[in-house]
């Protein structure tokens, strides 16, 4: 046991000598003064003050660029689909005379297949009451 105590001993002497002399070096090696410390703290914040405005004045410059290529690309694509939109209503307009076209070409076809219909009836009556005129003279 009285080893243990020696050991004990020993640590706590080595520990407060230790602490001593990282108190002395601290002391003797300290850079500056509190007045001087403050100073240069102050310093830090007035430069870290000016980092934070141009960060931020340079990401409101950014944002607004971004903005306005927004703003130029929303603009190309509403003029883009408007061009669309008038194409589309021209090829409607077009395909609408077209079937316009084929409506009355069909229309006319029609009408001459019902002319022609009501000839041949015509002629096939006629056919058929002077058949029946003849078959009743001869009777």
Known sequence: MGERNGDFGA??????IGGLVGAAVALLYA???GEETR??????????KDQVEQTAD???ASAERLAEDAKL??????????????????????????????????KTRIEKAVDAGKKA???KKTQIEGGDESAEAKA
């Open 31 to 33: 850079p500056q003064s």
């Open 39 to 48: 100073t240069l703290i102050r310093e830090k914040g007035i430069e870290l």
């Open 73 to 106: 690309r929303a603009e190309e694509a509403r003029k883009r689909a408007e061009e669309l939109a008038a194409e589309a209503r021209a090829r409607a307009s077009e395909l609408q005379q077209r079937g316009q076209v084929i409506l009355e070409e069909q």
């Open 121 to 123: 009836a015509r002629r």
């Open 58 to 60: 340079q990401a409101r």
């Open 11 to 16: 640590f706590v002497t080595g520990f407060v």
